[in-house]
């Protein structure tokens, strides 16, 4: 299973995504947040991480879990 969880975030003026823990960005730049945030999300689900969106401002918007969620949480 692939580690490093998929990151998107913004950068000069661009939206990006990254895998944590490695160097350099990955699938491009955006002009919106929405778009790599789509892009950012069918990455994590390919790779079966978790999808870390943040804000502009660098803080964590939402968090979604695509295949490693832990097993034994009741609901």
Do not use: C, Q
């Amino acid at each position: 299973m692939p580690t490093g969880d998929v990151e998107t975030f913004h950068e000069d003026d661009a939206w990006l995504n990254r895998i944590s823990g490695e160097a350099g960005t990955i699938a491009g730049t955006y002009r919106t947040k929405a778009e790599a945030v789509e892009a950012g999300r069918e990455i994590a689900r390919a790779r079966k991480v978790e999808h870390i969106v943040k804000n502009e401002n660098g803080r964590i918007a939402e968090r979604s879990t695509y295949g490693h969620g832990p097993r034994d949480i009741r609901g």
